[in-house]
């Protein structure tokens, strides 16, 4: 299956700046990931899909001005949480989806991002 | 939107009893996945089960699907206490091309 690898796996910031979190397929072309948002002892919520060369698809309710999502490659999605606030403090999580259309979906391991 | 919904969501069993948990749904599927997540890290695919299917094994997971009840469940044989995790159902949305998330069973194994 696909190896997705995710940096940073944390990050503290403070309110106000902005963090980017790299999503990669280290041995799959990717044209499609999938960016969730995690709350503790929640589930995973999907907030957009990225594209690559295109513009990301985002879920209702989701601001595309505050999750800037690139895919410029097919190997790399970043997601940029910009003037981050506490409320923005979540487990992140990329994922790809499996060749040969198994279905399946692909994680990365997800960054922690926590604002003070 | 999250489609899946298990229920119960805490499970705390002893080291080689069965663990089962339930996932329904509330549109149309292809398929029915489920995943397991240990704490802090990403999710990993267990096994999938599609529409025409009623029943799949792997290893020692059985999972069962009814359409018509819209409901799935995943039973873990002779658990160990490695199988501490988070278990999540997934559903296709009817081919969307997007995975929704249940809202997961946290499974407690007691060595």
């Known amino acids: 299956g696909a190896v997705v690898s995710q940096h940073p796996s944390w990050v503290i910031c403070k309110s106000g700046t902005s963090v980017k979190i790299e999503c990669r397929s280290l041995d799959f072309q990717a044209t499609t990931m999938f960016w969730y948002r995690q709350f503790p002892k929640q589930s995973l919520m999907l907030m957009a899909t990225?594209?690559?060369?295109?513009?990301?698809?985002?879920e209702q309710g989701v601001e595309k001005d505050k999750f800037l999502i690139n895919h410029a490659s097919l190997t790399l999605s970043t997601l940029t949480v910009t003037s981050a606030h506490p409320e923005d403090s979540s487990f992140y999580i990329c994922?790809?989806?499996?060749?040969?259309?198994?279905?399946?979906?692909?994680f990365g391991e997800g960054s922690r991002l926590t604002v003070l | 939107s999250q489609q899946g919904e298990e229920d119960p969501q805490a499970l705390s069993i002893q080291e080689g009893e069965n663990a089962t948990m339930n996932c329904s749904y509330k549109?149309?599927?292809?398929?029915l996945q489920w995943y397991r997540q240990n704490s802090g890290r990403g999710l990993v695919h267990l096994i999938l089960?599609?529409?025409?299917?009623r029943e799949k094994h792997s290893g020692r997971l059985r999972v069962t699907l009814d359409t018509s009840k819209k409901s799935s469940s995943l039973l873990i044989t002779a658990s160990r206490a490695a199988d501490t995790a988070s278990y999540f159902c997934a559903t296709d949305g009817g081919g969307n091309n997007r995975l929704a998330f249940g809202k997961g069973n946290q499974v407690v194994v007691i060595p």
């Open positions: 549109t149309s599927i292809n398929n």
């Open positions: 994922s790809v989806w499996g060749g040969r259309n198994t279905g399946e979906l692909f």
């Open positions: 089960i599609r529409s025409n299917e």
């Open positions: 990225s594209n690559e060369g295109s513009k990301a698809t985002y």
